[in-house]
């Protein structure tokens, strides 16, 4: 599995994924930790399949005991069918995940980690002088999502908003935007259902100062290409798979 | 250490089977506890002509009373021990994993902090290694004991078929009551035979 360092002055942010030895017909997936002092949060761990390459790739960069908290944006089995082996892994640790979704994860296997439930209008964490936000994004795709953002190294991990269906061997970051659009654009119509759940979460984002937009599949926006895609996604009309019954 | 899943997913599949063997138990039960109900109105109804054949309706009836609770001790004990099952193979699972990621990763700087993991993870497969062997016994002598049991109900089934007749008229109704007794017995014993078989398939590592 692949690990690349996307932030690192006080605090880091490590991506780890195109991961070659997962099977080929599961999706890629980006997973995110951000350590802080002796504290790591690991964001949308992934799934059974790729627990193993991940757990190995973590203990690169943090102990086990410091691997406090797990979140997870919403509730697919890309983003957290493996918590059953992490429950084994970190007991001790600390779920963050929509409220909405408490009763259905925990179908995943969950006897140890305690599951902290982040209201509809979002909250925080502080990873020991690192304060993460919980940022709505509900309906984007699933009914209670969230994304995190981190105001101090401008970076949002957007979940699915920004994803891309492509290759392990599909660089890191974009490189020219206008050719990326195809890779995204059938994922962001077929799987986000609602335009005005699309519109209220560009609202809320252009809010933001993000340097870096970290999707959980494809590539990472970096500063024009984040505003370039939010003027974009504005424009592109979702939920596409309803005119199929006309 | 080696381990292999296939032996704990054999074990789910023959617990299942016994829960499907004894599904068909409890309804030859229930029929039988029917039927053990009618024969004491016929006693009743039948005044001294049938006398005899009172005290065996009542054995009849406490009989498929407890084909059907054990039954239903067979099927929570048959429960118990598919969760127990289901969570050794969890535990394997997750200690072939941190044993893999252990070998592949020998590496990493932060790799000996996953060691207490490690060892909680065996620790928590040898103790549902320990409680199956326990749930696994009970099993064995729940299945055990009902056999004796239907060992009994096809005596009595044999001893009635003589009292019935001398009941006269309530011949023939008794003596069908008595072969229905001697009939779900074996068709009892023939499940818990299977039963055993599925048992004895995935008897303990």
């Not at chain 1, 209670?144 to 061997?169: P, T, W």
């Not at chain 2, 990493?108 to 996953?114: L, R, V």
């Not at chain 2, 060691?115 to 290694?129: I, R, Y």
């Not at chain 2, 019935?164 to 009551?177: F, G, I, P, R, W």
Request: hydrophobic share 40%; proline share 3%; with cysteine.
């Amino acid at each position: 599995m692949k690990t690349t360092k996307i932030f690192d002055q006080d605090h880091q942010w490590i991506m780890f994924g195109r991961d070659h030895e997962k099977p080929e017909s599961i999706i890629d997936t980006n997973q995110y930790m951000v350590v802080s002092g002796k504290r790591a949060i690991i964001m949308d761990p992934g799934g059974i399949e790729v627990f193993a390459p991940m757990l190995g790739a973590v203990l690169h960069h943090a102990k086990v005991d410091e691997i406090t908290d797990l979140f997870a944006s919403h509730q697919d089995p890309d983003i957290i069918s493996s918590l059953g082996l992490w429950d084994q892994a970190l007991p001790h640790a600390t779920l963050h995940s929509p409220w909405l979704w408490e009763g259905f994860i925990r179908h995943f296997g969950m006897n140890n980690i305690e599951y902290a439930a982040i209201p509809d209008e979002g909250s925080s964490i502080n990873l020991g002088s690192l304060t993460l936000e919980f940022i709505p994004a509900h309906y984007l795709h699933s009914s209670g999502n969230f994304h995190v953002y981190d105001r101090q190294a401008k970076i949002l991990m957007s979940g699915d908003v920004g994803a891309a269906l492509e290759a392990c061997e599909a660089p890191l970051y974009v490189e020219d935007f206008e050719e990326h659009i195809p890779k995204m654009k059938m994922f962001h119509q077929r799987w986000m259902p609602s335009n005005r759940a699309k519109n209220d979460w560009i609202t809320r984002v252009r809010e933001l100062d993000i340097e870096c937009m970290a999707p959980q599949h494809g590539r990472i926006f970096k500063g024009d290409d984040v505003t370039r895609f939010l003027d974009w996604f504005e424009e592109l009309e979702v939920g596409t798979a309803i005119h199929s019954g006309k | 250490m080696v381990i292999h899943t296939e032996a704990t997913e054999n074990k789910l599949v023959a617990l299942a089977s016994i829960a499907a063997e004894l599904h068909s138990v409890m309804e030859v039960a229930w029929g039988v506890s029917l039927a053990a109900k009618n024969a004491k109105v016929i006693t009743a109804q039948s005044s001294d002509k049938a006398l005899g054949f009172q005290p065996i309706a009542q054995f009849i009836d406490e009989i498929s009373q407890l084909a059907m609770n054990g039954v239903n001790d067979i099927n929570n004990e048959a429960l118990l021990l598919t969760r127990i099952a289901v969570n050794e193979l969890r535990c394997i699972n997750a200690y072939q994993l941190f044993d893999s990621v252990k070998v592949k990763n020998h590496e990493a700087q932060y790799i000996d902090s996953m060691a207490p993991a490690l060892k909680q993870v065996e620790e928590n497969m040898q103790a549902s290694k320990l409680a199956y062997k326990k749930s696994f016994n009970q099993l064995s002598m729940l299945l055990e004991s009902m056999d004796k049991c239907m060992l009994s109900a096809r005596a009595i089934a044999s001893v009635s078929r003589i009292v019935t007749s001398n009941a006269q008229e309530y011949k023939d109704k008794l003596k069908v009551v008595a072969n229905d007794l001697d009939e779900a017995a074996t068709y009892i014993k023939d499940k818990l035979s299977d039963s055993y078989q599925h048992l004895n398939n995935v008897k303990l590592d």
